[in-house]
């Protein structure tokens, strides 16, 4: 039996998981927007960019909330844990090397966001939030692209530093 057929959620536990993942995203690219910030402007600047479409998304969320009158859900946001580690021994990006793992690790991470929408999506039984959901993994698709394209590409510039 395929658990993604035969499992619905309601529209307050859609809500606060969902709610609460992206509060977790939000904090984890404002993080990334400060660790990069010394040593790779562009990087923090993406990251930022990120955290703010982020921001959009939980808005959406209160919206949608408001909408179904289960505003409760989304007020409080209790911090999702990613199923992955983060081995960081400094909280600021101090060298290529370091910071092509902190953006490997940001390409893991949102393609983890991804799968979970994904997964909302899937189990989601309450039409008001059908549009806000599939939004959401598309945005989250786009992520996923740009950050390995920036990913890829600061990889290449820092093999041509090497030679």
């Known amino acids: 039996m395929d658990m993604t057929t ?3 959620l309601l529209p307050h ?11 977790s995203e939000l904090q984890r690219y404002r993080r990334l927007t400060l ?11 993406l990251m930022a960019t990120l955290g703010l479409q982020s921001e959009k998304r939980l808005d959406m969320l209160r919206q949608a909330a408001r909408w179904l009158e289960l505003e409760a859900c989304v007020s409080e946001m209790p911090m999702y844990k990613p199923t992955f ?6 909280f600021f990006v101090i060298d290529d090397i370091m910071g092509d793992q902190v953006i490997e690790q940001a390409v893991r991470a949102a ?3 991804k799968n979970f929408f994904e997964w909302l999506l899937n189990t989601n039984a309450t039409p008001e939030l059908h549009q806000p959901l ?3 993994v598309r945005e989250k698709e786009g992520e996923c692209q740009v950050l390995l394209e920036h990913w ?3 990889r290449a510039s820092v093999m041509i530093q090497r030679t």
């Open 134 to 136: 599939l939004n959401f």
């Open 6 to 8: 035969t499992l619905l």
């Open 111 to 113: 393609v983890e966001s």
């Open 35 to 45: 660790s990069f910030l010394p040593q790779a402007l562009q990087t923090s600047r």
């Open 13 to 23: 536990e859609q809500l606060t998981l969902a709610s609460a993942h992206e509060a």
């Open 85 to 90: 580690t983060l081995d960081q021994r400094h």
């Open 152 to 154: 890829e590409q600061n």
